[in-house]
């Protein structure tokens, strides 16, 4: 059975016999020195486009960058689903904050009609359920948990959740002294 190098080993060695350090390859692809340090350890795999810089770069056919004892591939195809599932959970998240606008504020306007209340409230529940699939299917694909995030990272996830209910409640006072509503 012959023995092919993983994605990380080939980089390196192509890397080195050009004579060049991690700092040149990565200016020469337009990413950080320590994202070359990740993809030649293996620890991430570049996306499609980086992949074909470095098949011309180094005249290596993308066949054995991708095929040949490597799981790029897969890699490539797992980023892409994360990617995804964060665009629809984005989209989700964006919408049930309009919905959940909408019936803040309907009693300024009076009633909403039966005919827009209930589709509203359908929708409000569906985005609901949608958020907290892609959520989970997010954190399984990227093996990103709450235990596993910097402080930083959780600071951060923390200070936009509070951002947004806080708007939504600016919004909501707003419109209660400007139009003397509720």
Request: include cysteine.
């Amino acid at each position: 059975m012959e023995n092919y190098m993983n994605f990380g080993e080939v980089l390196q060695t192509k890397r080195k016999s050009m004579g060049l350090t991690q700092e040149d390859l990565a200016d020469k692809l337009f990413v950080s020195s320590k994202t070359i340090s990740n993809w030649e350890t293996n620890k991430t795999t570049p996306d499609i486009d980086n992949v074909i810089r470095i098949s011309q770069l180094f005249d290596i056919s993308l066949n054995n960058l991708l095929l040949e004892g490597s799981n790029m591939v897969e890699n490539i195809k797992k980023n892409s689903e994360i990617n995804e599932s964060k665009i629809y959970l984005a989209c989700s998240s964006v919408t049930n904050l309009v919905f959940l606008f909408i019936f803040a504020v309907f009693l300024i306007f009076g009633e909403l009609p039966d005919i827009i209340s209930i589709p509203l409230a359908v929708g409000t529940f569906s985005n609901l359920f949608c958020i907290i699939y892609f959520s989970k299917r997010y954190r399984m694909l990227s093996n990103t948990m709450w235990a596993s995030r910097t402080k930083k990272q959780k600071i951060w996830s923390l200070l936009f959740s509070i951002t947004l209910v806080a708007v939504l409640f600016a919004i909501i006072f707003f419109i209660r002294f400007k139009y003397n509503a509720f």
